[in-house]
């Protein structure tokens, strides 16, 4: 039987060991940290609030309204700040007139409460306001950003009230506008879920002090749809449905500034 004297068997490790080195994988390059000192992207064609670069990389959006933020502080401070979800957005763009004079849109079509509730200091606070007008719902009951839940939707609206109340903000909590059907979310009947939040966001201003904005009863019809008349996909106000809002904004906001320290 042949046999491997150690000598043997030395020679052919200092004969292996290089070849299986030449086969082991280089080390990996050490990825980029996470912690930098801008990560917004220097073009934001192509991103909305639910792209994948922006969910993988920027969940609430920060980047989206960086820039204008710039604008404003202690010593240019904003009057109001609309934030919320499309409907804002699609309000600042179709409405401009309204949003002059030191109100300032920062609504992000597609979004959820939890997302608005991460940029609520960047977004609102940053800005110095007097009054914050929140209006948002929509999306949570779509489920954009996943499942959810009332209590969770409950518990961001109180967490932006805390943020407001505590540094010196009014708030306008605007109802969640009529709908009946959400063509992204084929086979939804929302206008339960809408009504049902509705109640407990005027209650919850009542109870609060707060400045609720019924946008619901002049925009729906009997059945809790959106007139057809005011927005053509039956979620989003057109023009017309702007129009019917823009006096109850109005008087929302007069009568926040008014209780104003």
């Known amino acids: 039987m042949n ?5 043997a068997a ?9 070849a299986l080195a030449q086969q082991t994988p280089p080390p990996q390059p050490q ?54 979800d499309s409907i804002t957005e699609g309000w600042a763009r179709t409405d401009p007139a309204l949003f002059t004079g030191g109100v300032v849109g920062r609504g992000l079509s597609g979004q959820t409460s939890p997302q608005i509730l991460l940029r609520f200091w960047q977004d609102v606070i940053a800005l110095h306001p007097r009054v914050v007008h929140i209006m948002i719902g929509t999306n949570d009951i779509a489920g954009n950003t996943g499942p959810t839940s009332v209590a969770a939707y409950q518990a961001n609206i109180r967490a932006m009230v805390d943020l407001a109340r505590v540094n010196g903000v009014r708030v306008v909590l605007g109802s969640i506008p009529p709908a009946r059907r959400m063509d ?3 086979g939804l009947e929302p206008a339960p879920r809408i009504a049902q939040l509705n109640r407990w966001l005027r209650e919850f201003a009542d109870a609060q002090g707060l400045v609720y904005a019924d946008y619901h009863s002049a925009l729906a019809t009997p059945d809790g749809a ?7 996909d039956g979620v989003h106000p057109g023009a017309p449905g702007y129009a019917l809002m823009r006096p109850i904004a109005e008087r929302a906001l007069a009568e926040a500034e008014a209780a104003y320290p």
Do not use: Q
């Not at 959106?226 to 053509?232: A, F, I, V």
């Open 226 to 232: 959106l007139r057809p008349d005011l927005g053509k």
């Open 10 to 18: 030395l020679a052919f490790a200092l004969v292996a060991v290089p």
């Open 184 to 186: 992204w979310r084929p």
């Open 31 to 84: 990825p980029e940290l996470a912690m930098v000192d801008d990560p917004c992207p220097a073009n934001r064609d192509g991103l909305w609030a639910l792209s994948d670069y922006v969910l993988k990389h920027d969940w609430p959006w920060l980047c989206r309204y960086r820039a204008e933020n710039a604008a404003y502080s202690a010593a240019n401070p904003a009057r109001a700040v609309f934030i919320g």
């Open 3 to 7: 046999r491997i004297t150690p000598f």
